[in-house]
């Protein structure tokens, strides 16, 4: 049965995962012991049996309220953790070196400095295990990852996250780019904005954020920049920090700022509030558009700032007027993690795919459409 | 465009209410509904294009949304006919509600044209492909972009009382642009371009057969635009990248 380890390390967080495929012949007619029971959908199980988790291992490199994670520093916190993270992770799973199949890592896109470092300690891996190496996409790995654990079959992907925006769905063995942030990403965006706000970066300042925007009920006018199925975010960026710094002005002056209707003061938290309602009803607009465009009614949501529930409701809302649903997970596998990694690299493995030593090179440019993804029909 | 799943339609806005003439829904996208009715006199046939509340939205959002898009969707169409582009003129409108009526354009699509076309007449089809690219070319002349340009979004329409020939599933008649949903205004030469490769690549995948033909619609749009120049050249850039910039980070 394949076994794989993955490692993450394409931004600050430090990822490390053994994934195991139980291996199953597809049923022959004369085997038909359980056939009272095989419905369709458990026909289906037995073709491909879901994977199975054996460690799931993170680290997370935290910057003080006020900045953002450097490539360095980033590359030096991964440095620090990946052997004690990898011994950790194999000792969990218990699993026999000799039982692992490949080594898979990612190849990009991400922080050069962070993907390098990783990819070295893949690589050492590599040749004191006697093992191949697997270099995955990152976006592919989260699609992968959140398909396996969402039992999501065919869905158009919202891929949001802290370095990407992207609206996917899979189509002739790419996963094709539909819709995506034209300058920064949302959850930079996100995160940028905390650092004006000095909200703290643990456990993530968009979680944070999340918290915050709870306790938020005035909206505040800001761009909304959709553009088709583009999006755009920097502008949004500007905007809010503008607010921000007007906030701090009115506090420490006696013309408090108060909200025009109910002549309620404006807080910190309508701020959040009112970003989070903005860009969302923009992600949310995008994804619609692509399922229209495709004809698809599922969607699932992968990448960090998935697992925002305000996120994930709205688009249930949009998914469920649409007859279908929304799949999303939590934070072990929405947030960066090495089990995708691993996931996304061992089903290509199994179809023979495997990075040399000469090959195992990082990227910081590295597209969803790129890879073959000739698992899938 | 419209899923599988039917979901109920939204309330329709008051003056159709009350309306003899049923409304029939024609098409149902992502951000709106449209339906053939009638506007003020039952012989006056007419699209109403319904762009229901988003119930995720915050609804002071929501209503911001409505209120720009109605406009800007009306603006645009009202600049091209008055500037001689063949669009459908605006009948009525309401932000508050979020609908637009506009003329009826009779006739059929493009996209049905070619597929249902008289595969023997070349010159036909050659001729059909300079007047889209025409309509086009006159549509950029006026500093206006589309969007969303594809074959269904172009109607043949009837000229005169040669009508006849056009429901006979001749190419003849006029193009007529609808759905300028994701219009806008422009004046660089990035979005003209970027407007003719959603064309050529939407009508590359609706008439893989006719591909070829693609040049007739850019000589067409060459004649009708003096500004063609520069945006042909950039087309040739945005070929080479593709609509995407390539991914940082």
Redesign the interface.
């Known amino acids: 049965m394949p076994i794989a380890i993955g490692l993450e390390g394409s931004a600050n967080k430090l990822g490390v995962g053994v994934i195991l495929h139980p291996t199953s012949t597809p049923p022959s007619p004369h085997d038909s012991a359980h056939s009272d029971e095989d419905s369709p959908q458990s026909r289906k199980k037995a073709y491909s049996p879901p994977a199975q988790i054996l460690s799931n291992l993170r680290h997370t490199f935290v910057s003080p309220p006020g900045t953002g994670f450097l490539p360095k520093d980033t590359a030096a916190h991964h440095r620090r953790w990946v052997v004690r993270l990898v011994k950790q992770a194999m000792k969990q799973a218990k699993v026999k070196l000799e039982d692992v199949d490949c080594i898979c890592y990612t190849k990009g896109p991400g922080m050069g400095a962070p993907l390098n470092a990783v990819a070295v300690a893949a690589r050492t891996l590599s040749q004191l295990w006697n093992k191949p190496l697997v270099g995955v996409n990152h976006c592919v790995g989260h699609i992968e990852m959140g398909r396996a654990i969402t039992g999501a079959e065919n869905p158009v992907v919202l891929y949001v996250s802290g370095g990407n925006t992207q609206v996917i769905a899979y189509s002739a063995q790419r996963y094709r780019i539909f819709g995506e942030a034209l300058d920064i990403a949302v959850g930079n965006c996100l995160d940028r904005f905390a650092r004006v706000l000095n909200i703290s970066n643990d456990p993530a300042p968009g979680y944070n954020i999340e918290q915050m925007a709870k306790k938020g009920k005035h909206l505040i006018e800001l761009p909304y920049t959709v553009k088709g199925m583009d999006v755009s975010f920097s502008g949004i960026l500007a905007s809010v920090e503008e607010l921000a710094r007007k906030l701090e002005k009115s506090k420490s002056s006696d013309a408090p700022w108060l909200d025009a209707e109910s002549g309620e003061p404006i807080t910190r938290e309508d701020l959040c509030f009112t970003l989070q309602e903005n860009v969302f009803a923009m992600l949310v607009e995008i994804t619609e558009r692509a399922m229209a465009h495709v004809g698809a009614n599922q969607v699932l949501i992968v990448g960090g700032v998935g697992c925002n529930e305000r996120l994930q409701d709205m688009m249930g809302l949009m998914a469920s007027e649409r007859g279908g649903s929304v799949y999303a997970t939590d934070e072990r596998f929405c947030i960066d993690n090495g089990i995708m990694i691993a996931q996304a690299g061992l089903l290509a493995w199994r179809m023979g795919f495997k990075t040399t030593l000469e090959e195992s090179t990082t990227t910081q440019r590295f597209r969803t459409d790129e890879p073959l993804i000739n698992w899938r029909d | 465009?419209?899923?599988?799943?039917?979901?109920t339609p939204p309330a329709l806005p008051v003056p159709f209410t009350t309306s003899t003439t049923p409304l029939t829904l024609i098409t149902q996208?992502?951000?709106a509904h449209l339906y053939r009715t009638t506007f003020l006199t039952p012989t006056t046939p007419a699209a109403l294009k319904i762009r229901p509340p988003?119930?995720?939205?915050?609804p002071?959002?929501d209503r911001?949304?409505t209120r720009q898009r109605v406009l800007a969707e009306a603006r645009v169409l009202a600049k091209c006919a008055r500037e001689g582009v063949a669009v459908p003129g605006v009948l009525g409108l309401s932000w508050e509600e979020g609908w637009v009526a506009m003329e009826w354009v009779e006739g059929r699509s493009v996209k049905e044209a070619v597929r249902g076309r008289d595969v023997g007449d070349e010159e036909g089809l050659r001729g059909l492909m300079r007047r889209v690219g025409g309509a086009v070319g006159r549509l950029h002349a006026v500093g206006v972009v589309h969007?969303?340009l594809t074959t269904s979004n172009m109607m043949l329409r009837p000229v005169g009382d040669g009508g006849e020939k056009g429901e006979a599933g001749g190419l003849e008649g006029e193009i007529v642009l609808i759905d300028f949903g994701?219009a806008g205004q422009t004046v660089q030469e990035e979005d003209r371009a970027v407007d003719l490769y959603v064309l050529e690549r939407a009508f590359g995948s609706t008439h893989p057969r006719e591909e070829g033909m693609f040049g007739e619609v850019l000589e067409g749009y060459m004649e009708a635009f003096k500004g063609s120049k520069g945006t042909l050249r950039r087309l040739e850039d945005v070929r080479m990248r593709g609509r995407?910039?390539?991914?940082?980070?």
């Open positions: 465009m419209a899923t599988t799943t039917k979901t996208g992502a951000e988003k119930p995720w939205r915050h002071v959002l911001r949304l969007g969303d994701l995407k910039k390539s991914m940082i980070g």
